[in-house]
C-alpha cells in the first residue's frame, strides 16, 4: 500500500490539530485495509474540496483499480476499475484533548503609534492674589483761617471754642504705584459636570432644488385587473326601428345517424341504368345502392353555398373526385376562456381557448372569429390577433373600429392552407387607448374552423 505524503503510522503527544488528523485518518485506512474493507491493494490520492464523486478535473485520467480520494464531508471514494465507488466515511473516532502547548515566545514590540490628536483646553485657572497698596500720597493743603471777630468793651466769659473750620480741598492724587507681581497658578479645579444639551437650533434654510434625474425605465406592466361588477340591469327602453338582418348563425352539429332501415326488395336493372354496389371504391361505405340513369338530365348537387354538376356518365372515381371538390364544411367548434373577458389598454387578452385542427394537405380553411364587445367610450380600435401554437402571425391583426361607447360586433375570418400538420389556434384582443369588455354569448359567439375546399 502506497499513501502520499508520509506512511501510515502513529505520532505521539501531536500537537498540530491538522498533523494529527492526518496520522488518524492513516491509521484508519490501515484499519480498513486490515479489516478487509479495501477488498486489496488501495493508493491514496489525496483530498478534493467537494462532495463526491470526484470529476476528471479534480483527479485526472487514468485510475488504478484501488486509487481513493477522500471528499469534503470525510466520505472515501475507490475506483473500481470502472467507477468511483463510496467506500464509507474515513474519518476515525474524537481522540483525546491533548495537553495544553508551551507558550509561544513574546512578539516583537509594534512599531509607533502615530501620535494622538491634541486635547481640548483645559478650564480656567484660579484668580490670583490681589496685589501690594501703593503708596500714600502727600497731604493735601491747610484751608484760610476765619476772619477774628471784634473785641469786647466787657470782658465777658470765655466763648466755647469755636467750630472745626472747613476741610481743606483734598489733594491731588499721587501716582499709580507699579504693577504688583504677578500670583502664582492656582491649582486645577474639577471638571465640571457635562452641561445640558443645548435647544434645537432653528431650522437650516431650505437647499436649493436638485436637478432632475433621468427618467427611469417604464415598469412591467401589471396584472390584469378583476372583472368589475356588472351592472343593474337598466330599464326596458321603448322599442326601436327593426334593425337590418344579422349575421348568419354557426352551423350546427350534425345530428347522429338514425338506424338503418330495412333492405327493399330489390329491383329489375333498366336497360339503361347503372347500379353502384356498395363494394365499390367510394370514399365511405353507403349503406344503401345508388342508382343512375344515364339518360336523364343530370340534377345539381347542392352542398353548402356551392353547386356542382357531376360528369356524365357516373362512376366511383367521377364521384368521389366530385365530392373532393365540395366543401366539407365546419371541422371543428372551439370555446371561450370565459362568458366575459376584461379588455385592457395596450395589453392582449386571450379570449378563446386553443382550438386544435389536422390541416389536410391540399385543403383550405377558414378560422372563424366573433363576439360582442363593449368600450369605455367611442371611436376606438380593437385589435383581433390569430395565433398559431401561441405565435402570433403577423398579417392575421386586422383592427375593428368601434364607432360608439356601445355594443359592437367584432367579426373577423382567416384563411389558411393546409400544410399535413397539425395546428392549435387561438384568439388574442388588444384595446388600443381604452378599455372595454368582450361578451361570449353563445347565442351569437362563436370560434371555429370550416373546410371551404381544395386550393385553387
Known amino acids: 500500500m502506497t499513501l502520499r505524503p508520509g506512511h501510515p503510522g502513529y505520532e505521539a503527544r501531536t500537537r498540530d490539530p491538522e498533523r494529527r488528523a492526518f496520522f488518524d485518518l492513516q491509521k484508519r485506512i490501515a484499519e480498513l485495509e486490515e479489516g478487509g474493507g479495501g477488498g486489496g491493494s488501495s493508493n491514496f490520492i489525496g483530498a478534493i474540496p467537494t462532495p463526491g464523486p470526484p470529476t476528471d478535473a479534480q483527479v485526472p485520467p487514468p485510475h488504478g483499480d484501488g486509487d481513493y480520494v477522500i471528499d469534503s464531508g470525510g466520505n472515501g471514494w475507490m475506483w473500481n476499475g470502472t467507477a468511483w465507488v463510496n467506500i464509507g466515511s474515513i474519518k ?20 509607533q503609534g502615530p501620535i494622538g490628536p491634541t486635547g481640548a483646553q483645559g478650564p480656567q485657572g484660579v484668580k490670583g492674589d490681589t496685589g501690594l497698596t501703593g503708596p500714600t500720597g502727600p497731604q493735601g493743603v491747610k484751608g484760610d483761617t476765619g476772619a ?213 394537405a391540399g385543403r383550405r380553411y377558414r378560422i372563424c372569429f366573433l363576439g360582442r364587445a363593449l368600450y369605455s367610450q367611442g371611436n376606438v380600435y380593437t385589435r383581433v390577433t390569430l395565433r398559431i401554437n401561441g405565435v402570433a402571425v403577423p398579417w392575421a391583426q386586422p383592427l375593428k373600429l368601434g364607432i360608439t361607447n356601445f355594443y359592437d360586433i367584432v367579426n373577423v375570418h382567416w384563411l389558411l392552407d393546409g400544410d399535413g400538420t397539425t395546428k392549435l389556434f387561438d384568439v388574442t384582443l388588444t384595446m388600443e387607448g381604452a378599455t372595454g369588455t368582450l361578451y361570449c354569448e353563445p347565442e351569437i359567439s362563436y370560434f371555429y374552423a370550416e373546410d371551404v375546399g381544395p386550393v385553387r
Open 92 to 111: 476515525g473516532p474524537q481522540g483525546p484533548q491533548g495537553p495544553q502547548g508551551i507558550q509561544g515566545a513574546t512578539g516583537a514590540t509594534g512599531a
Open 148 to 360: 477774628t471777630g471784634a473785641d469786647s468793651t466787657v470782658p465777658g466769659p470765655v466763648g466755647p471754642t469755636g467750630p472745626q473750620g472747613v476741610k481743606g480741598d483734598t489733594g491731588a492724587t499721587g501716582a499709580q504705584g507699579p504693577q504688583g507681581l504677578k500670583g502664582d497658578p492656582g491649582v486645577q479645579g474639577p471638571v465640571g459636570a457635562t452641561g445640558a444639551t443645548g435647544a434645537q437650533g432653528p431650522q437650516g434654510v431650505k437647499g436649493d432644488t436638485g436637478t432632475t434625474g433621468a427618467q427611469g425605465p417604464v415598469g412591467d406592466t401589471g396584472a390584469q385587473g378583476p372583472q368589475g361588477i356588472k351592472g343593474d340591469t337598466g330599464a326596458t327602453g321603448a322599442q326601436g326601428t327593426q334593425g337590418p338582418q344579422g349575421v348568419q348563425g354557426v352551423k350546427g352539429d350534425t345530428g347522429s345517424q338514425g338506424p338503418a332501415g330495412a333492405t327493399g326488395a330489390q329491383g329489375p336493372i333498366g336497360p339503361d341504368e347503372v347500379m353502384v354496389r356498395p363494394d365499390d371504391p367510394f370514399p365511405t361505405n353507403p349503406l344503401v345502392d345508388l342508382w343512375y340513369d344515364d339518360d336523364a338530365v343530370a340534377p345539381p348537387m347542392p352542398a353548402s353555398n356551392v353547386s356542382f354538376t357531376p360528369t356524365v356518365p357516373l362512376t366511383a372515381t367521377t364521384i368521389q373526385a366530385a365530392i373532393a371538390q365540395l366543401p366539407w364544411g365546419v371541422v371543428k367548434k372551439g370555446a371561450f376562456v370565459a362568458a366575459s373577458v376584461a379588455l385592457t389598454s395596450g395589453v392582449a387578452a386571450v379570449v378563446t381557448n386553443q382550438l386544435s385542427v389536422v390541416m389536410t
